[in-house]
């Protein structure tokens, strides 16, 4: 399999058939995950550490579980309660992981750019689970992975990513994704959430919830990030609901087969109404949540082939 990267910081980087690498070698931990034994030697011998400078309870436990399964030594540092939080820069918490030697490193930051500047100045692959408002890189995959299981194919689908643009890593991610991959994107959600820039990426832009899903065969609902929210972006929830949350009827203008995502966690009622999310034949939302660990377990073996060969002495064979 061809990944020559030393990290995954984004998906901009990303060729289309690196993109198809992670997908395929993730199909394999599909299988894996889903049998009795559940478990891999991938990465026997390696040590992983989470960093989350933000809390994400759903991330987090798929990074970890990612690695227990892969065999590695998986330790997640307390950074809510960290030395950062007693003034140590980002530059000296490298140098101490480096004191360290971990192989792999997974990190959330808040701030864009956090996640690729340790990746600078660290010894070892650095997976970006984050970064403020600019990437999400193993998100988009999962999605991605999701599709391609569902709908048979990862291009020349109309896929439409509703609400709050402005504030998601997650969208950004996936608008890299599927334009590589060739699809027809959409963003859907009123003007405050999705700004114009948005066209230079080669998308559509709607502010009619009703049109932007026409005939398409991907809804994907994002969260509203209230906590990256300064301002009125919108009027009210009952509101915000009533024109951008999906329901049944506002589903009906996409395709009679098209599936509903979210990335999660989920504001019912808000963002898609309950009985959407739960729809066994049309809600893939679950399936998203299984395929993160299949994804993540496919990106950090991968990062450690390369990062094993780096570290071998030049003459040894791997």
């Not at 995954?8 to 289309?16: A, F, Q, S, V």
């Not at 599927?178 to 820039?197: D, F, H, Q, S, W």
């Amino acid at each position: 399999m061809s990944y020559p990267h030393r990290h995954l910081l984004g998906i901009e980087p990303l060729r289309p058939e690196e993109i198809t690498t992670i997908l395929d070698l993730a199909e394999q931990y599909v299988t894996l995950n889903r049998s009795s034994a559940k478990h891999s030697e991938a990465l026997a011998g390696l040590t992983q550490i989470n960093m989350f400078f933000e809390n994400s309870t759903r991330t987090q436990a798929s990074f970890e579980l990612a690695g227990k399964r892969l065999g590695a030594d998986v330790m997640n540092m307390a950074m809510q309660a960290s030395s950062i939080k007693k003034g140590e820069t980002l530059i000296d918490t490298a140098l101490t992981l480096n004191a360290m030697h971990p192989d792999l490193l997974v990190v959330r930051h808040p701030n864009s750019g956090a996640v690729d500047l340790l990746a600078q100045k660290v010894n070892c692959a650095v997976l970006n689970a984050g970064d403020g408002r600019h990437e999400h890189p193993t998100q988009a995959l999962l999605d991605a992975l999701t599709i391609r299981r569902a709908k048979g194919r990862l291009h020349r689908l109309s896929i439409a990513i509703c609400g709050d643009i402005a504030h998601s890593r997650v969208a950004r991610s996936n608008i890299l994704l599927l334009g590589k991959m060739e699809n027809r994107v959409r963003l859907v959600g009123p003007p405050t959430l999705v700004p114009g820039a948005f066209r230079e990426f080669g998308v559509e832009v709607f502010d009619d919830m009703r049109e932007g899903l026409r005939d398409v065969d991907v809804v994907m609902m994002l969260r509203l990030q209230k906590e990256r929210m300064d301002g009125g972006f919108i009027p009210s929830e009952r509101e915000y609901f009533h024109r951008y949350g999906l329901d049944a009827e506002k589903l009906s203008f996409a395709k009679e087969d098209a599936i509903v995502m979210h990335p999660g966690p989920m504001n019912r009622g808000v963002e898609i109404d309950g009985e959407i999310a739960d729809d066994i034949n049309r809600s893939v939302i679950q399936e998203q949540v299984e395929m993160g660990v299949a994804v993540r377990m496919a990106a950090m073996d991968l990062l450690a082939r390369n990062h094993r060969a780096r570290a071998q002495p030049e003459g040894v064979m791997v």
